[in-house]
């Protein structure tokens, strides 16, 4: 077929349950396609991640030949260049991580472990379940809701909310999205206020969570705006669990399609870290990500002009056999998997260390339980989303 089809055949409804012919088909074709809609493409490991490295190229939508309308005045730092993205990235890591909080993620380890567990018990034994919505959801969203403060009998109203932000941020060339940007950017909006209020009341009356921190900073010079706040929380709350939800998803699928390999890890506990990292190698919760240069670049030849939206369909990078052997084989004891599932560069998705945790201890809670469990529907139902890909359920018999 025309490779000038590629992106719309890889975003095609269709073809969600297996893409990877088409990054295939990418490969052979790139490392830079130009495709029918004036952007580019590009699929191969090497160059995706000369790219991400790359100073021209920006994630800011305004830098856009055509931009798309704003949701927001204020756009989280995951759409900022340097030097915003840089000092509001810095801020919101004050309380989450090195080296201001160091110990925070690793902190988390034995809440993650309970939360794990109060779900795994009340899971029923005589009937089937959906792994994402009895357990792969409800996890994330509660640990990065207890991070920053969220009260429990909220943690409901981001499910709506995020599937609505989620919906607008996917890739969907020759589609009227006009709905879907209008419905994301209301969320957007009830989110950002849901958590300025929050934020508020705490403000002199710290508890120990990110939005405390964040509003009794004492130097003033650190402290975020309330529109900062409402987009870094947004973007941490959308971030922090969307992502980790397709990766145990997904984990849990891979591990149920290689019952071998399934039965090691229960023999070898031990390998599930290493096997997490293959995981998000041959299975990636974010098959994309979009650019768009600062000024003409040449790449491997093709110049690609300044504005030009660029795609970068990591989830093709992962399986380049010039950077991993057999990259179609599901090997969980694969040495130096060095995946490009959490971007590269100065946008390195610094909630990595934290998925991690999640998906090892989601998954080494559950190998006991996957022994004698079936796959009801396989393929499973998956969500819309091309960007952000895993099943909308996930049906299995224990």
């Known amino acids: 077929m025309d490779s ?11 073809n ?4 990877y012919p088409l990054y295939a088909e990418l ?37 856009r030949t055509n931009p798309p309308p704003q949701e927001t005045k204020n756009p989280s730092f995951l759409r900022l260049d340097d030097p915003e993205h840089h000092r509001l990235r810095t801020l919101a890591m004050r309380p989450f991580g ?31 379940i959906d792994i994402v919505d ?66 508020e009341q705490r403000r002199g009356k710290p508890t120990d969570d990110m939005l405390s921190a964040f509003v009794n900073e004492p130097d003033r010079s650190l402290r975020l705006t309330p529109e900062e706040l409402t987009a870094t929380g947004a973007l941490l709350l959308i971030a922090g669990h969307e992502t980790t939800v397709n990766l145990i998803t ?28 293959e995981l998000l190698r041959y299975e990636p919760p974010v098959h994309m990500r979009e650019r768009a240069p600062l000024a003409d670049i040449e790449v491997a030849g093709t110049t690609i002009p300044a504005g030009t939206p660029v795609v970068l369909a990591l989830a093709s990078g992962n399986r380049d056999p010039k950077q991993f052997h057999e990259p179609d084989r599901f090997d969980p004891t694969r040495p130096d998997v060095e995946h490009l599932s959490f971007g590269s560069g100065i946008h390195l998705c610094f909630g990595g260390p934290l998925a991690r945790i999640e ?14 469990a079936r796959l009801v529907q396989d393929p499973p139902p998956y969500r819309q989303n091309a960007m952000l890909r895993g099943p909308r359920h996930l049906p299995v018999q224990l």
């Open 134 to 199: 009895d357990f792969a959801y409800p996890l994330p969203v509660t640990v990065i809701c207890r991070l920053l403060g969220v009260p429990r009998e909220d943690e409901p109203r981001f499910r709506v909310w995020a599937d609505a932000l989620v919906a607008a941020a996917d890739v969907r060339p020759d589609e009227d999205t006009t709905e879907q940007d209008a419905a994301g950017r209301q969320a957007g909006s009830e989110m950002g206020q849901y958590l300025l209020d929050l934020a």
């Open 27 to 63: 490969r052979e074709a790139g490392p830079v396609v130009r495709q029918a809609d004036g952007s580019y493409l590009v699929g191969t490991y090497h160059q995706i991640g000369a790219l991400l490295h790359d100073p021209r190229m920006s994630v800011d939508e305004r830098s």
């Open 4 to 14: 000038e089809t590629l992106l719309s055949r890889i975003t095609d409804y269709a």
């Open 359 to 372: 998906a090892d201890t989601a998954l080494g809670a559950l190998l006991p339980r996957l022994g004698a």
């Open 98 to 128: 090195p080296p201001h909080t160091p110990g925070r993620v690793n902190a988390m380890r034995g809440e993650i472990a309970r939360i794990t567990t109060e779900l795994l018990e009340a899971l029923p034994t005589d009937r089937q």
């Open 16 to 19: 969600r349950p297996n893409p």
């Open 250 to 277: 997904n984990g849990v699928l891979t591990l149920l399609r290689h019952p071998e390999q399934l039965d090691r890890l229960r023999r070898e506990p031990q390998l599930l870290p290493q096997a997490v990292e």
